[in-house]
């Protein structure tokens, strides 16, 4: 119990911050660069997690909302004031192009039952719509994600370089004063260290929020697949 309650003060003791205030101007900003990425990484999980939470109530609302719904029509206003689910941005974009299509048959006089005004090659392309609208959707929930990939891959890296940097300089300390003893090299290795940990500390929860973020993508996209699907299969059965 002790030591859980010790480790934070050693951790955060007047002897990190002196480690810190030593280094050198290089190791100083590759600390400053791993300081930002965390900063920022830590930021777009939290978005990210709050954002994902919305859009997956969101998606069961509208889910019931679609299947109780007896006339497509009498949902469409419904859909519009759900902004954050692809599932009523598929709709919207699917119902709309239905509309284009019937109008446009009606128009060129190539309708000849009001009740099954589309055929097989409508129902195709109203389905590339609604691929092109739930890859869209997807990716507009996959912003920044990337940005976690590249902290994740850049950190170790970065830490790595202020490791050597931090290495270099205690050899090059030894070399100038003709002295290998602990107070010579010290600072250099202690430089050294702390730019792999933060390195790994930023690094880390990177990886696995993107993992997280990833796995959570994967979800929305096979649902709104299956939601086109099934919009689709009501489209075939009804105006076909």
Excluded: H
């Excluded at 109780?68 to 192009?97: C, D, H, M, V, W």
């Excluded at 589309?118 to 920044?144: F, S, W």
């Excluded at 730019?195 to 973020?213: H, S």
């Amino acid at each position: 119990m002790t030591a859980l309650v010790t480790w934070p003060v050693g951790l955060f003791s007047g002897s990190l911050w002196q480690i810190i205030g030593q280094s050198s101007l290089f190791g100083s900003l590759i600390l400053l660069i791993l300081a930002c990425f965390s900063v920022i990484s830590w930021g777009i999980m939290f978005s990210k997690w709050r954002l994902f939470k919305r859009v997956e109530n969101e998606n069961n609302k509208f889910l019931g909302s679609y299947r109780n719904a007896k006339q497509l029509s009498n949902l469409l206003g419904q859909a519009k004031t759900f902004r954050l689910t692809p599932l009523a941005a598929i709709f919207i974009k699917g119902y709309n192009e239905v509309g284009e299509i019937v109008s446009a048959r009606k128009a060129d006089g190539l309708i000849t039952d009001e009740n099954r005004p589309l055929n097989k090659d409508d129902v195709e392309t109203v389905a590339m719509t609604l691929d092109r609208v739930t890859a869209e959707e997807i990716a507009g929930l996959e912003r920044r994600v990337v940005f976690l990939a590249t902290v994740a891959n850049a950190s170790p890296f970065l830490g790595l370089l202020g490791t050597v940097v931090g290495v270099m300089d205690s050899f090059w300390s030894i070399g100038e004063r003709g002295s290998a003893s602990l107070a010579v090299v010290a600072p250099g290795i202690a430089e050294a260290l702390l730019a792999t940990i933060v390195g790994l500390g930023a690094a880390i929860p990177a990886v696995i929020g993107y993992n997280w973020a990833n796995n959570r993508l994967k979800q929305f996209y096979d649902r709104s697949a299956n939601f086109s699907l099934e919009f689709q299969g009501r489209i075939k059965k009804d105006m076909t």
